[in-house]
């Protein structure tokens, strides 16, 4: 029996909790059934208590005690913990029926997801090549006030198009946070970064305001901030990173605004697209739903 989840992932502050907080009250409106899972070891305020938390079984904050470790290295420990202790997941989730839609709130140290090969062995596990056969689609949020630097802008797709790369599963990107630009951004410019390519470079403001910074820094330490991000190197870099993320063609965005229900049931719908959802769903007959309202009518 097939099961569907997301992978709700992105760097810190990106909104990832906020985001799961959203989709399960939207999930709720519309009577579906969800199962959310918090593996962030160090996460502490939820919106709704999770089904599954992985404090449970292990957090950072014991093992930086104990391991004298820092909180990126605790990290790491914790998830290599779980994976020699995966039973924690799959006991809670094989039970579970198709009609779940299983939430994963992930932490946002996003090395996790690009460099260190311990959340592609936990999706393996979680998906058809694992025990537990679950669809599986990653969310990767980037927070849209990132538009307004457009070297952070194409730092953080590249950081998507990274996870992409490792985790070989469906992805969703999502610029969240827009009530915080939509009203300082244009929207036909903010149409630019829904596709991200070169383009956006070739205009950047930051060129014109790092002019300012270099002609007012002559004399300066070249090694401060004001000259290295003013100069031509800088710009190279972000115009070779801006090309390999071109190349690749694979990052587009969804926009997201918590705020806003449609918004919300928007990304929904691109994730049970994903991971086909609803073809699984068993079909309804018109006279079924007939006949329940029948019945919750003489039950009132």
Known sequence: MSKFGVLVMGPAGAGKTTFCSALIQHLRLNKRSCFYVNLDP????????????????????????????GPNGGLIYCFEFL????????????????????????????????????????????????????????????ESTF????????????????????????HVNVLSKMDLVKDSVPKKELKRFIDPDTSLLDDDPADTRNAVVASQDRGVDPLTPGPLLAG???????????????????????????????????????????????EAQEPREPKDEIEANWEDADMS
Do not use: W
């Open 42 to 69: 160090a996460a502490e305020d939820f919106s709704y208590e999770p089904d599954l938390d992985i404090k449970d079984l292990i957090s950072v904050e014991d093992v930086m005690e104990e391991m004298g470790l």
């Open 147 to 170: 538009v307004i630097d457009r070297a952070k802008f194409f730092a953080g797709t590249l950081s998507a198009m990274s996870a992409m790369i490792m985790l070989e599963i469906p």
């Open 83 to 142: 994976l020699e202790n995966l039973d924690f997941l799959t006991e809670a989730i094989d039970p579970l029926t198709e009609e779940y839609l299983i939430i994963i709130d992930m932490p946002g140290q996003i090395e996790l997801y690009t460099h260190i090969p311990v959340v592609p062995a936990l999706v393996k596990h979680l998906t058809r090549t694992g025990a537990l056969n679950v669809n599986l689609c990653a969310t990767y949020l980037l």
């Open 232 to 278: 031509g190197s800088f710009k190279r870099l972000n115009q070779a990173v801006a090309q390999l993320i071109d190349d690749f063609s694979m990052v587009s965005f969804l926009e997201l605004d918590v705020q806003d229900e449609d918004s919300v049931g928007a990304i929904l719908s691109y994730i049970d697209d994903a991971i086909q959802y609803h």
